[in-house]
């Protein structure tokens, strides 16, 4: 079983939908919990970085985690086509030097 | 400032060859990773640099693999008799607080 595991989609929707991307993971250890936008053949870009449980708002981005269930998720309002990318969560144990561990990654299309 | 720059952006060589892959961080970035990521797969941990000096290696699959950061800024990725299922794109980043890509090296082995 890998540490990390998220549907890999694909998942596709309209412009203008909420979108609902979800990891789980099973190292209770992690504490620092990411989200990161990879358009093709480019590297990933951080979106969000959230520390613990709670909830995170960036723009039209929200984060959050639940540390009790081992899930995190990425809600992404109002969509735009120029969201259509793959998108990863990544976690690590601390804010320093640890390693990342990656998802699977959701293959995500917007409908114009 | 500019990111992360990897050369080249794409390395095709022969099943046995010898190949290095070349990681830029943004500058006064002292940590440094790299990554490898399958088709359809997300990065996968290989190898971590504090300056000098690699502070954590064991995503390194075999000894083929090996890297290298003497002076604390560049980077190099070095394997030894690549086999096809070395074909992956590899990824550096470097870090201030978080973690910022490169765009990352396609390595086709044939």
């Known amino acids: 079983q890998k540490e990390v595991e998220q549907d890999p989609g694909p998942l596709s929707v309209p412009e203008g939908a909420i979108v609902s991307l979800n990891c789980t993971y099973s190292n209770s250890a992690f504490q620092y919990f990411m989200w990161y936008r990879q358009y093709s053949r480019k590297g990933p870009e951080l979106l969000m970085y959230?520390?613990?449980?709670g909830n995170k708002e960036d723009g039209r981005f929200t984060a959050q985690v639940d540390k009790s269930s081992k899930y995190i998720s990425l809600f992404i309002r109002d969509s735009q086509p120029s969201d259509s990318a793959t998108y990863l969560c990544a976690m690590s144990r601390d804010q320093g030097a640890q390693k990342l561990v990656f998802g699977q990654g959701t293959r995500l299309t917007i409908n114009p | 400032g500019a990111g992360v720059s990897q050369t080249p952006s794409n390395k095709v060589t022969e099943k046995g060859k010898y190949v290095e892959l070349r990681c830029d961080p943004i500058?006064?970035?002292?940590?440094l990773y790299w990554y490898r990521q399958s088709l359809g797969q997300g990065p996968e941990f290989l190898i971590y640099?504090?300056?000098?000096?690699?502070?954590?290696d064991s995503g390194l699959p075999n000894d083929r693999f090996f890297a290298v950061r003497p002076e604390g800024s560049v980077s190099t990725l070095k394997i030894q008799r690549t086999e096809r299922g070395d074909s992956a794109v590899y990824l550096c980043?470097?870090?201030?607080?978080?973690?910022?890509f490169g765009p990352g090296t396609r390595l086709t082995v044939l």
């Open positions: 959230t520390y613990s449980s």
């Open positions: 980043a470097s870090r201030n607080q978080e973690q910022f």
């Open positions: 640099f504090q300056g000098t000096g690699a502070a954590d």
């Open positions: 500058s006064g970035h002292t940590a």
